[in-house]
Structure formats: structure tokens, C-alpha cells
């Protein structure tokens, strides 16, 4: 049996090698982030593999798991030795290799097993590993799994059984392309600039994008696992410009940008302009619920206030859940009721039937972007994104603050504006209309405009979003008024990025 984890291990020594390595950090809301190798080492992957198989035995889950990694240096050792763990805690193991996120949730259906691990870090920088996981398709792990999960394996309770088992497919990329492209191709002929910043979408976009019918300009997308112009994150104002560059260059109808993981999409249209992702998403529901009136959506508290009061949405009938944020949250909240889809302004998409299979999947996203324009043909990008009423709104923003201290500080971020809002004080010189709190803050002033400040799920730092259906100047109002009471907390680091 492995010894129990520590997270005090220095590297280069004999009980770096020998002992598991786990920073408790790692374990996040919802799935799992840290710095490889140093909060986790090798055998701490290991250990973590043991855990999760010591958790589906325990679940009652028939212990048979899809295990994919993305392209990173170090995906494919960390993979291993979370395959090592999962088998010797007695499960079924089938190896689908390369992958992107949506591709190991589509090998659940398409394998028939019950249970998910795919190593990611997503859009998190180069150095950073993860795992995403979930034993009841299409959902993951929440808190509470989470939680259970880091017990066993911070605590070493995790117990070795016989029966473990390894199968390698090698084809699942081949059938995820199939089952997305069996379809009719585009009437429109569209022009797409598919910028996958050298990450795994790159091998998977393109050919998705030309199988329905699209002309596929290709923007970064060798693979290289030095991501040598820009990380990918399609929420990465750099990525976005360089996706704008392509796009006024070639002429094209749209820019699509994806993540490392594949499980998200960014947009850029015809003019240059990028659309943040929560934007896109009412587009997507003018255009979806034509066709389904009384459509049910979710969306996360990050996202435009337009879900609530556009006319088209209102004159089909469309009804909006506003959520946690968080791509587990949001998976499984339009899970529940039942959604058409679910949104997150990250670029997390959530189809439902008749559309997909309820999870994130950015190349999935990518053609309910094209058949919109498909089946708009006398209207571009931005004709769309301008019948939309003006709002004024920030990209998403991420001051640094450390992962112990993050939810104390919005704790008191909660408390500040409560007690703002019960003594009717004014912010950015209008009052308080409404508190949404669950998930964070989120402060909506009397004429709409709103900012938020949260916990973000998956790295050290806050997230803040500010927009404003009046103004420009409204819009930065809340900005500074948030950002004052944030510097003033000593936990809390430089941003990101800044409006």
C-alpha cells in the first residue's frame, strides 16, 4: 500500500520518489488543479488514482472508468500513473489516450461505462495538471464527491482490491468525429478561423469544422506543448486579438477559439470584434428558441443580464435559471431542470437533447455557431451580435489571491455590500436594487448595471465581472467601486487583466 500522502515533500530527494505528494489545495469545488511537480508528484497521481477508485467502490458504481489526458509534456505520465492507481483499487480501465475533454465524456457513452477521468488543466497555464471526473454521465463531481474524495486520499484510506483491468482504444477520436459530423453539411458557405493555440483541440477542430461543410482556416493549430504564442484560454484577451488579426486578414465569417481542453469556445466576428462567450450564448438562445419555444436555459451569475430582459427571448417564451458558476454547477443545475442548454460566459456550452448529450463540448459549440448562420444567411456575426440591445460589459477578470484566503475574502466582500445595501448607501451614485449571493456577489444597482466578485473554482485568485446596460461609464462606476474595496484587502494581488 502507498504510504499516506504528504505535502511537505522537497524535490530531489529519496522520499520525493518513494512518498505521494499531494498539496490539499488541489482539490478544488469541483474537480482537481495543481502545479506538477510541485504540489504533486507522480506518486501522488498515484495515490489520487487509488482514491477515486477507492470512491467508486464505495459509490456502489460498476468500477469500469474512461481514462483520457490533453497535450501537455507531462499529461501522459500523469495519466499512467492515475491509470496505476485506478487499477490497483480494482477498476476497468479503458485507455482512450489523447483527448479533449468532451471526447473522454463522449467515450462514456460510446464504451458504455459509468465513470470519467480526464487529465486537464484546462485553460490553466503550462505547469499546472488536473483531473476532471464524474462516475454518473453526463455530470462531474461536485462538492460533495470532491470533498469525500480528498478525505480518502489526504487520509491514505484508499484500499487496493484485485480485478483491475486495462483495455487502449484507439480509435474514440475517430468515432467522436463521426458522431459529431454524421449530419447534414452547411447550406452557407461559411468562412471559420479555428485558433486552438497550440493545445489538444487542434488536432480535433478543424477536421470537425471542415466535415460540415466549412472553409477551415487553421490559426495555431500544430501541436506544441510550449504553447509558444499565447496560452490557450478563448477568455485571454491575446489569444482573442490574435484570432482578430486572422480573421480581418482572410475575410472571414467567423473566428472560433478553444481551449486546451477542447470543452470551450470563443468567438470573434466578421468585423474583428470578439463577443464575450455569455454574449454568443443569447444569440444562441434568439436562435434556438425560435425553433423551441418555451425553452428552459441556464446560465452562470458572470453572464449579461440580457438572458432576463431581451424581447426576442421574452416574446418565445424563453425562461432563464441564473446559477453557480462553474462548469459541474452549470452541468448539472440544466441537468435538473431539464435545459435546452446551459451556458457559462467561459465558453462552457451545455446541449441537452435533441441537441447533445448534456456536457461541455467546445467543437459541439462551434457548430451550433455555424448552423445560427446557416440558418441566417442574409445576416453576419455582426448583424447578430448588434440586434442584440447595448450593453457595456468587461471581459472576466482574476486578481491573484492564495487559495486559503480567497473565500474568506469574498466572505467579507458578502458582508461589506449586505450591510450597503440594508442601509440603502449608494454605489457608483445609485442604490442597491438587488444581492444575488449564490455564488459570490453579485450587486445589481437600480438601473441594471451589476458587477460580481467570487472565488474562482480552479486557481488561486478571485473572479470579477462588471456590465452595464446604460453606459460605459456606469459600467467602469461599478468597476472602481469593486476594485477600491478589494485593494484595501491585503490578501488580494495584482489582475490579470483590466478594463
Known sequence: MLPVPRADLEPNTEAFETTPLVAPTGFREYDARWLFPSQINLRGVQALGLGLGTLI???????????????????????????????????????????????AYFSQFALDVPAVAMVTASHNENGWTGVKMGVERPLTFGPDEMSRLKKIVLEGTYKTRSGGAYHFIEDMRERYIEDLTNRPNLKRKLKVVAACGNGTAGIFAPRVLEAIGAEVIALDCELDNTFPRYNPNPEDMEMLHALRDKVLETGADVGLAFDGDGDRCGVVDNEGEE????????????????????????????????????????????????????????????HELNALVGFEKSGHYFFNQPIGRGYDDGPLSAIAICDMLDRNPDKSMADLKNALP??????????????????????RMVTLFSAMADKGEMLAGQKIRELVTVNGVRIVLEDGTWGLVRASSNK????????????????????????????????????DQKI
Not at 499529461?75 to 483527448?99: H, K, P, R, Y
Not at 485568485?461 to 474595496?485: C, K, Y
Open 275 to 334: 463577443i464575450f462567450a455569455d454574449k454568443v450564448g443569447v444569440m444562441l438562445a434568439r436562435d434556438l428558441s425560435a425553433q423551441y419555444p418555451n425553452a428552459q436555459f441556464v446560465v452562470d451569475v458572470k453572464s449579461t443580464g440580457l438572458f432576463m430582459t431581451d424581447p426576442v427571448l421574452l416574446k418565445n417564451g424563453a425562461k432563464t435559471d441564473y446559477w453557480k458558476t462553474g462548469h459541474s454547477y452549470i452541468k448539472r443545475r440544466s
Open 460 to 495: 488561486p485568485g478571485l473572479v470579477v465581472v462588471v456590465e452595464s446596460p446604460t453606459s460605459e461609464e456606469n459600467m467602469r462606476a461599478i468597476f472602481t467601486e469593486i476594485d477600491t474595496r478589494l485593494s484595501a484587502q491585503p490578501e488580494v494581488g495584482e489582475y
Open 390 to 411: 447595448k450593453t457595456w460589459g468587461s471581459p472576466t477578470m482574476s486578481p491573484y489571491c492564495d487559495d486559503e484566503k480567497k473565500y474568506d475574502v469574498v466572505d
Open 57 to 103: 467502490h464505495e459509490m456502489g458504481i460498476e468500477p469500469k472508468i474512461s481514462v483520457g489526458h490533453d497535450f501537455r509534456g507531462y499529461s501522459g505520465s500523469i495519466q499512467q500513473a492515475l491509470m496505476n492507481g485506478l487499477m490497483g483499487a480494482g477498476c476497468e480501465v479503458f485507455d482512450i489516450g489523447l483527448a479533449l475533454s468532451p471526447v
